[in-house]
């Protein structure tokens, strides 16, 4: 018996078409945890988060997730700790007016003293807050799939 190869494409026509041709961008993120264990969420267009955002040319994963930290929440001084894991959502890009694949690199962080937090209003960010531990499901409930997985996958809760 011989067995008929055929592309993905062929077999599935909408495969290809969906998500290989689809550009990806690549961003990091943090889970970051204040001296008291509380996790660092922000709120934005409706759902809570955390923070994250595209990489910059130049720069490593590590860096590009640091920096977003920093820019989306004022935090300073914020210690990377361990990789999570990645995760993958699509959306449509209004400035490329395309549908586009964002892999996000997660990281787990910290940071060495309480600090005020300044949400980044400019990136749609209305609320950043330190969330004890105990109450993070409660913000899960209003988070996107990807963001409950991710705070899973860290064993934070």
């Avoid at 709120?43 to 640091?66: M, N, Q, S």
């Amino acid at each position: 018996m011989s067995i008929i190869r055929r592309p993905l494409s062929i077999v599935f026509p909408t495969f290809e078409r969906k998500n290989m041709q689809k550009p990806k961008i690549i961003a990091g993120g943090g889970l970051v945890l204040n001296p008291k264990k509380e996790l660092l969420m922000i709120f934005r267009l409706g759902y809570w988060d955390l923070p994250k955002g595209k990489w910059e040319e130049g720069e490593t994963i590590e860096e590009c997730a640091v920096r977003e930290v920093e820019e989306e929440t004022g935090i300073q001084n914020v210690v990377l700790d361990r990789f999570v894991g990645l995760t993958y959502h699509e959306y449509f890009n209004k400035y490329t007016q395309e549908d586009v694949i964002k892999e996000t690199h997660w990281f787990l962080m910290s940071i060495p003293d309480m600090q005020p937090l300044t949400p980044q209003t400019s990136e749609d960010i209305q609320k950043a807050e330190w969330v004890a531990l105990e109450k993070i499901k409660e913000k899960l409930s209003l988070a996107y799939p990807t963001i409950s997985d991710i705070v899973e996958r860290s064993g934070l809760i």
